[in-house]
């Protein structure tokens, strides 16, 4: 695999990281991160500023690396949504540890734009599948017994998939809304952590007069549209 050339990065996540500190790539110049999960995007990996992968026609590059165990959903995008050549497409095989070109993976895409549309078209459809599957186990729990309002900690994205939920679901007509920090905590209130700071919201929340772990729900709603790459 020909090496010492100007790489971008497709994937925030653990392989990302594995990658970045285990030398693997100091061979290449890292040029830039990218990822589909809105959630990432500002944010950082290492010291990579995580982009939007409709930037990566702005950045200067020679190849991407799809950094990812599951790499055939990222390629297909990249392929049919981004229109990248395959020739500039490697994926990391993490198993043997080892590099490899698009073009010996075998992966036949179907171009067109009725494929991308079929394609971009399934792939919400499961995101959404599994999002709400989630929120029906934790109905099914008894996790909203007993609470008059539902209170998102999150995204705007996440907040409007819990409000859809409810409203489709018979005897659920609480409010649900964003959380204020300027409102006050009632015992009637349940808390949905659904943003990938789960970790720094609950503690913030810890802090909060009146609130109980109790109240505490979290639901990994940003984290589906990184697992779901078909």
């Known amino acids: 695999m020909e090496q010492g050339k100007r790489i971008v990065i497709y994937g925030a996540g653990n392989y990302c990281r ?32 995580i982009k939007r992968p409709d930037e990566i026609g702005n950045l200067s590059y020679d190849k991407i690396l799809i950094a990812a165990r599951e790499y055939k959903g990222i390629a297909e995008r990249l392929v049919l949504e981004l229109q990248i050549p395959e020739p500039d497409i490697l994926y990391y095989d993490f198993d043997h540890n080892q590099m490899h070109g698009l073009e010996d993976s075998g992966l036949v895409f179907r171009k067109g734009n009725t494929a991308v549309a079929e394609k ?45 939920f ?7 007509a609480g409010e649900v809304r964003m959380e204020d920090t300027e409102q ?17 919201e609950l503690e913030r929340l810890k802090k909060r007069k009146g609130f109980t772990l109790k109240q505490c729900l979290v639901l990994p709603l940003w984290d589906v549209e990184d697992t779901v790459l078909v």
């Open 120 to 164: 971009a078209l399934f792939r919400q459809m499961a995101i959404r599948t599994i999002q709400e599957g989630l929120l029906f186990e934790a109905l099914g729990n008894g996790e909203f017994a007993g609470y008059r309002s539902i209170v998102v900690v999150g995204a705007v994205p996440e907040f409007r998939i819990v409000r859809q």
């Open 18 to 49: 594995l990658l970045l500190n285990g030398g693997r790539l100091s061979s290449w110049e890292i040029v830039g991160v990218v990822d589909g999960a809105s959630q990432k995007w500002g944010t950082r990996m290492e010291q990579y500023p």
């Open 184 to 200: 006050g905590i009632s015992a009637g209130e349940k808390y949905i952590l659904t943003g990938p700071e789960y970790l720094e």
């Open 166 to 172: 409810f409203q489709g679901i018979p005897g659920m």
